[in-house]
């Protein structure tokens, strides 16, 4: 698979690679981190990666803007991207041929060439793999810019490497990513620093969130409380990790108001939560899942679903 998309990427001129909407840092460093690879090894290439900015990732990079006629002849790349409906800029479908590369369950296959690998940690770790082998048979070098995206990747998707994804593999490709010349203490800083009202919405969760006898977490944050803390939906979604602290909490749920709908954010530590992520429109990973429900009611159903699995 990984060479048929070699060959792919020779034979075209121009090659834009897409991610899904509202990105964490495994979609821009996949995303971002194969297009220096590519632009790197094959320097008359145009190669542009594409998805709504997301300010809260300024220190990876910032997306191009292109428009409509360059999907012409184009070939197409879409990297961490389960579901064809979470694909950010439906243009994706324009282009001469489509690649898939993924490591989520692959429920929504698309693609003219699907490389889903649900073993990885990330699809960063996918694209280190993916580089060694156009290494050893293309003569691939990787550039320090590509390195340092794709450890943010590895590094965002494995919770530093505390989540059960991170395998023996992970650590051995971090572990070759650091050995080039880019300031882990800066990227660590961009991925972890918090603004003050971020922090102070994150102490109202330890105050307000609930645990029933079963370890079933919950915590809604409404658009009342965005505003109280002065917070985006995206700057609340940086902290739905924190109730992992809590002791007996087994999983948990955190609801967060926007204009038009809640978006449902999933963690567990045990019982496997992707297939209530799925009921709801979304999906995963089995430990960590999202979805969004267009009311108050259909937030309720997925939370008592939850409490189902957690019994």
Same mark, same amino acid.
């Given at each position: 698979?990984? *060479?048929?998309?070699?060959? &792919? ?12 909407? *509202? ?16 632009? $790197? /090894?094959?320097?008359? &290439? ?6 709504? $900015? ?23 790349? #879409? ?20 690649? &898939?590369?993924?490591? $989520?369950? /692959? ?6 060439? #699907?490389?889903?690998? !649900? ?18 048979? +293309? ?22 490497? =505390?989540?059960?994804?991170? !395998? ?18 800066? %990227? ?27 370890? !079933? ?14 917070? !985006? ?9 924190? %109730?992992? /602290?809590? +002791? ?18 999933? =963690?567990?530590?045990?019982? #496997?939560?992707?297939?209530?992520? +799925? ?33």
């Amino acid at each position: 698979m990984q *060479r048929q998309i070699i060959d &792919k990427i020779e034979q075209f001129d121009t090659i834009i690679i897409h991610r899904h909407v *509202r990105p964490d840092p495994d979609a821009y460093g996949s995303q971002m981190g194969l297009q220096k690879l590519i632009q $790197h /090894n094959y320097p008359t &290439k145009k190669v542009y990666a594409v998805g709504e $900015h997301e300010p809260s990732l300024d220190f990876l990079g910032t997306p191009d803007v292109i428009a409509d006629d360059v999907y012409e002849g184009a070939l197409i790349i #879409v990297t961490d991207t389960a579901n064809t409906e979470r694909v950010d800029d439906m243009r994706y479908t324009t282009g001469a041929a489509l690649i &898939k590369i993924d490591h $989520h369950p /692959n429920d929504d296959v698309y693609g003219d060439i #699907v490389w889903v690998d !649900t073993t990885a940690s990330s699809v960063s770790e996918l694209i280190f793999d993916f580089f060694e082998l156009g290494q050893q048979e +293309k003569g691939w070098t990787l550039p320090t810019a590509s390195a340092r995206l794709l450890y943010a990747g590895i590094i965002g998707d494995t919770g530093r490497f =505390r989540y059960p994804s991170a !395998t023996l593999k992970t650590f051995t490709a971090a572990g070759k990513l650091i050995t080039y010349d880019f300031d882990r203490e800066a %990227l660590y800083n961009g991925m972890y620093e918090l603004e003050r009202k971020v922090l102070q919405l994150q102490g109202y969760i330890y105050q307000n969130f609930t645990m029933d006898e079963n370890g !079933t977490g919950r915590m809604d944050i409404t658009r009342d409380v965005l505003e109280q803390f002065n917070t !985006t939906a995206s700057e609340a979604s940086l902290l739905v990790s924190s %109730l992992g /602290n809590v +002791k007996d909490m087994k999983a948990w749920v955190m609801f967060i108001e926007e204009a038009d709908s809640i978006r449902i954010r999933l =963690r567990s530590k045990g019982p #496997v939560i992707n297939g209530l992520a +799925k009921e709801f429109g979304g999906g995963g990973h089995p430990l960590a899942s999202g979805a969004s429900a267009a009311n108050w009611d259909e937030a309720n159903a997925s939370y008592q679903r939850l409490q189902e699995i957690c019994k």
